[in-house]
């Protein structure tokens, strides 16, 4: 398949004209949580073809972003251990504690490109190796089968998280309005298109999965605009080159034989039920295996930063005195939301010359 079709021009003003002919005279929000759907929309100029009266906004899709202060500081507790070194992305070094980040000084710290990695090296090493890992459903399918064999020098102190609970806090939360939903791609590949039909049936809000490329996005608020314009809560897969409805079977069995669900704190937010996955033998479980009893901030975010207002789509980058002073960038970030490829902030930053970017 040809990538350049889904960048057709011609077939971009199509939707555009269809968009803007669908489109009801009300404010509506339409709100994606996907770090990569906001990447595409601000390379591709999305927001500005669409009505002004058509808000969209990102919500909590990214991994990094939502990742709590407490599970840094609970990483930084182990690296100061001298027989153990903490394996992590390279993106999470840059992503504040309560008073610290962990650095790729330190000599306890290792960057590593994927929990294989960090197996690998904990094969190579006397000492004990503790992964330090983050993400969605999307990530914990990468995990799962790696996790099932590790070495006995080998335990994980997890972050990750699942998207389709933080979208009905959304829904139930007095705070955010969402008129509807861009699905995630990537999650909805390993989870499929079913799991989002509960919140659709519960909140008659219309979802629709959808792909990265303008045309996926664009093509999604289409069919959006025409849910909402006829009233239906209704989950349509937009993206069906890549997802199944039922998911990937596989990957699930897998992520359900290392993993259990549990509640989990998302930075910006706080705690939400059942959104975590939590590993399931005990071995492996770092926290319990160091016996980690680190008292943080579990929610917040630093000083002076708004992070978690652009994290529920409530506020946009352009709205923090930090981003807009240059005080916090991509190589000095101060907030989460500016660390990595999927914060919107870093996002912004990288395409602020776009038009009609907000």
Same mark, same amino acid.
């Given at each position: 398949? $040809?990538?350049?079709?889904f960048?057709?021009?011609d077939?971009? @003003?199509? =939707?555009?004209d269809?968009?803007k002919?669908?489109? +009801?005279?009300?404010?509506l ?5 996907? !770090? ?14 669409l ?7 990102? !919500? +909590?899709?990214c +991994? ?8 840094v500081d609970?990483?930084l507790?182990?690296? %100061?251990?001298?027989?153990?070194? /903490? ?11 309560t008073?610290d &980040?962990l ?6 710290? @290792? ?5 294989a990695?960090?197996?690998? =090296?904990?094969k ?5 190796v ?5 993400g969605?459903?999307t ?11 590790g070495p ?9 998280? @699942?998207?389709p ?8 939360s ?22 989002y #039909?509960?919140?659709s049936d519960? %909140?008659?809000?219309?979802?629709v ?17 025409k849910?909402l314009?006829?009233?239906?809560? &209704?989950v349509?897969?937009?993206y ?16 359900? #034989?290392?993993?259990? /669900?549990?509640?989990t704190?998302?930075? !910006?937010? !706080? ?5 975590g996955?939590r590993v399931?033998?005990e ?5 319990k295996? %160091?016996?980690?009893?680190v ?15 652009i ?17 916090c960038?991509? #190589? ?13 902030? $870093?996002?912004?930053?990288? %395409? *602020?010359?776009? +038009?009609k970017? *907000?």
């Amino acid at each position: 398949m $040809n990538s350049l079709e889904f960048r057709d021009p011609d077939r971009a @003003k199509k =939707f555009s004209d269809l968009i803007k002919k669908t489109a +009801p005279e009300e404010k509506l929000t339409i709100m994606h949580v996907c !770090g990569t759907h906001e990447s595409s929309i601000c390379e591709y100029g999305i927001r500005s073809v669409l009505p002004d009266n058509i808000e969209l906004v990102e !919500g +909590p899709g990214c +991994p990094v972003c939502v990742t709590p202060a407490l599970h840094v500081d609970e990483a930084l507790e182990l690296s %100061y251990r001298d027989d153990l070194t /903490v394996a992590t992305f390279g993106d999470m070094v840059k992503v504040p504690g309560t008073e610290d &980040r962990l650095t790729k000084e330190r000599e306890n710290v @290792k960057i590593v490109y994927s929990v294989a990695d960090a197996v690998d =090296f904990a094969k190579k090493s006397e000492s004990e190796v503790v992964f330090f890992g983050v993400g969605f459903e999307t990530t914990a399918a990468t995990y799962a089968p790696v996790l099932l064999e590790g070495p006995e020098n080998f335990s994980f102190l997890g972050s990750v998280k @699942k998207i389709p609970p933080a979208m009905e806090f959304l829904l139930d939360s007095e705070e955010v309005k969402v008129d509807a939903f861009l699905a995630p791609g990537h999650v909805s590949t390993i989870i499929g298109s079913k799991p989002y #039909q509960s919140l659709s049936d519960e %909140y008659n809000v219309p979802i629709v999965v959808a792909g990265f490329e303008p045309l996926d996005v664009l093509s999604a608020i289409a069919r959006l605009l025409k849910l909402l314009k006829s009233g239906e809560g &209704r989950v349509e897969n937009d993206y069906a080159r890549a997802v199944k409805d039922e998911g990937n079977l596989k990957a699930l069995k897998m992520i359900d #034989q290392a993993f259990e /669900v549990d509640d989990t704190a998302w930075r !910006g937010i !706080g705690e939400i039920p059942s959104s975590g996955l939590r590993v399931k033998d005990e071995n492996l479980d770092a926290r319990k295996k %160091y016996d980690l009893k680190v008292e943080g901030d579990k929610y917040g975010v630093p000083a002076g930063c708004i992070c978690d207002e652009i994290i529920l789509g409530k506020s946009k980058p352009d709205k923090c005195k930090l981003f807009r002073e240059e005080k916090c960038t991509p #190589q000095n970030p101060v907030g989460p939301c500016m660390v990595g490829s999927e914060g919107m902030c $870093n996002v912004w930053f990288e %395409y *602020g010359g776009r +038009p009609k970017i *907000g």
